[in-house]
């Protein structure tokens, strides 16, 4: 499965394909991105799907087993022939950091090869600056690898971040001082956490690498092609295209915040006008309610009452019209919708959702399928966590 590469990315691929050794990597990744795909299998089995000869899927295998990137199960006997061994990604192969950085709170998992979240560290705060998250890591990353051994520790093989673009622009959101919102201007997290940590550093779109965590992590294997909407402070999402995330040159593609849902001439005339839990904010405050029950993690978002059905009927429409828009473009079989905000919350989008595009105009498309995403909260982070360990064992 992908990590949405930028053309940057693809180019510098291509380019050591052309190598031997590039051959023999590209060779590497596919024999690992099919045994986590549908491993536990069979050497003869890797080779069968990746069309590789037999001699060179057993040669693969043996060096990456011998690497701690696979291991061999027990025997499987009572066929003709001989026993065969399949062989599983070995969890303990590799582990990367990953962080999501959100509008009031900073979330960070360690991951493994296998994709497990093994520890999690959440930081809030009123608004995000550069000081605030480069504080958080420098307390957290510690902590949350103290359970690794020091050979495992030596796996660590990146840091993942999903931040949004533009922070800068959060100014009248969060209510946050111009001059320290401005510091994200020009910020580099390379070089803000050079001091903290040797790792590698990833950065990407939050929402989109929340994209790519449901492509890995979530219930929808049967899905090669989908529509991906995250509602967070904003609106935000990904596009997936044979099992592929497509991020575009400026990797801004299938952002689906700002598809439009209204007339051009409307102000508030985009998704992100309409489905973001900012909005749920801004209306409990004309209605003279709290917003601490939207705001706090853990939070069910308890009784809320009309103002909170009144922000789902209207999250409902604007994701029912972006997906018409989407599937008029690009013909998707479904749309996956996930965000900040409890299941039962998201259940009840994703019913009213279905009633408005089941009762749209389907002349000239195919009214897609909503499903309900699996992460939740978490996707952003475990998809940054997930990133360093795709870009370099995985095929892109």
Not at 53 to 72: F, N, W
Not at 98 to 104: F, M, Y
Not at 121 to 139: V, W
Not at 349 to 377: F, H, K, N
Request: aromatic share 6%.
């Amino acid at each position: 499965m992908p990590n949405g590469p930028t053309a940057t990315d693809g180019a510098a691929w291509l380019a050591d394909a052309a190598t031997p050794q590039g051959v023999r990597d590209h060779n590497e990744r596919l024999v690992l991105s099919t045994v986590r795909d549908f491993g536990p299998l069979a050497s003869s089995d890797v080779a069968r799907r990746t069309a590789l000869s037999a001699q060179t899927a057993s040669v693969i295998t043996r060096a990456l087993e011998a690497e701690g990137l696979l291991h061999r199960g027990e025997p499987v006997r009572g066929r003709v022939g001989k026993p065969s061994t399949p062989l599983a990604i070995s969890p303990d192969g590799a582990f990367a950091l990953g962080l999501r950085v959100g509008r009031r709170m900073a979330d960070l998992v360690l991951i493994n090869l296998g994709g497990d979240v093994l520890g999690t560290r959440s930081e809030e705060y009123a608004y995000p600056t550069p000081a605030r998250i480069t504080d958080f890591l420098g307390r957290a990353i510690a902590p949350i690898c103290a359970g690794l051994t020091p050979a495992q520790s030596a796996r660590i093989v990146g840091l993942g971040i999903g931040s949004p673009f533009e922070l800068w622009n959060w100014l009248d959101l969060v209510g946050a001082p111009k001059e320290e919102m401005l510091a994200w201007k020009g910020f580099s997290y390379a070089a803000a956490l050079a001091p903290i940590t040797p790792l590698p550093v990833h950065v990407g779109n939050d929402a989109t690498l929340a994209c790519f965590g449901e492509l890995v992590f979530g219930a929808h294997s049967d899905l090669a092609n989908f529509g991906y909407f995250y509602i967070g402070a904003f609106a935000g999402g990904g596009l997936v295209l044979n099992r592929r995330i497509v991020s575009g040159p400026s990797g801004n593609a299938g952002a689906m915040g700002p598809i439009m849902v209204r007339g051009p001439r409307d102000p508030a005339n985009q998704l992100l006008h309409h489905a973001s839990i900012s909005v749920l904010e801004a209306m409990l405050a004309e209605a003279g309610q709290p917003a601490a029950p939207v705001r706090m993690a853990d939070s069910d978002w308890g009784d809320i009452g009309p103002v909170l059905d009144a922000w789902i009927d209207r999250t409902a429409e604007a994701l029912a019209t972006a997906s018409l828009s989407l599937v008029a473009i690009i013909d998707m079989p479904a749309v996956v919708i996930d965000g900040r905000f409890p299941e039962h919350i998201r259940a009840r989008i994703v019913e009213r959702t279905t009633e408005r595009l089941d009762a749209a105009d389907p002349s000239g498309i195919a009214i897609p399928e909503v499903r309900a995403g699996g992460l939740g909260t978490r996707a952003g982070a475990m998809g940054a966590g997930y990133r360093p360990i795709q870009e370099r064992y995985f095929e892109v």
